[in-house]
């Protein structure tokens, strides 16, 4: 039972670092920076995707008085200007949200008394807008991808437990796996494409192949343990490559 549970604790906390450095290495990270006016400081993030259901909101975290901005930003090479309003701790302001799939460029410009700070200096930010999509669905996307990858560290740390419930937890994984792919994720895409009650997506659209990659390699994998052929080194090599292609999930 302890050493069950130090195999769980493992697990999360491994799991814990791979999903943070997934998340700060991805491409739509925001960017974000603190810098300092008068010895007081500002602080910003500039996103890459907007999933808001009718505008995207820009906030800068500030206490100083007097600090005005403007958000410049472009579409289709039209430029257009949303002036930020002051709001409790800072400044506000929203740019209407676009059909899913569009793309604007933009950047922050802010002024206090006659000094002038442009975020980013000398270019633009991407800021891509997809469709709303509803928070049950997407902790459900979470629970069942994270849990995937939970139980897969399981599974190769089973190895050093004898591989007492190698099978049981592989056969979880691929039922995790299988409903995310055939099920959550196309629900999503759905969302996010904006498509419920307005058009079919096609399937392409709707699933993502690096998941049925990865439920492929842990159907077969699991077909090698429950056939005892090489269980030591199929765990090693699905779950290896289940981490490296986690990394190219968009």
């Not at 099978?167 to 691929?174: D, Q, R, S």
């Not at 399937?203 to 998941?211: A, F, H, N, T, W």
Request: glycine share 6%; charged share 20%; hydrophobic share 45%.
């Amino acid at each position: 039972m302890k050493n069950d549970l130090i195999l769980w604790i493992s697990s999360l906390i491994l799991v814990f670092l791979i999903g943070y450095l997934k998340n700060i290495t991805d491409k739509n990270y925001p960017v974000t920076g603190t810098f300092g006016i008068e010895d007081k400081k500002v602080s910003y993030k500039l996103d890459k995707i907007s999933y808001e259901k009718t505008s995207y909101k820009n906030i800068i975290i500030s206490d100083i008085n007097g600090l005005k901005g403007k958000l410049i930003w472009s579409k289709d090479s039209i430029q257009q200007v949303a002036l930020y309003k002051e709001i409790e701790g800072g400044l506000e302001c929203e740019i209407p949200q676009l059909k899913p799939g569009q793309k604007i460029y933009y950047k922050v410009v802010l002024t206090y008394k006659e000094k002038t700070f442009e975020i980013p200096q000398n270019s633009f930010i991407i800021l891509t807008f997809w469709g709303n999509i509803p928070t049950g669905v997407k902790v459900l996307n979470f629970i069942l991808l994270y849990g995937g990858l939970l139980l897969s560290f399981r599974c190769l740390l089973e190895l050093f437990n004898k591989n007492k419930n190698l099978k049981k937890y592989a056969l979880l994984n691929c039922t995790f796996f299988l409903t995310l792919t055939s099920l959550i994720t196309p629900l999503r895409n759905s969302y996010k494409l904006g498509a419920i009650n307005k058009y079919v997506p096609p399937i392409i659209d709707l699933l993502e192949p690096i998941l049925l990659v990865i439920l492929f390699i842990w159907v077969a994998g699991t077909i090698f343990l429950f056939y005892k052929k090489n269980t030591r080194l199929v765990t090693i090599i699905i779950t290896l490559v289940t981490f490296i292609l986690f990394f190219f999930l968009s």
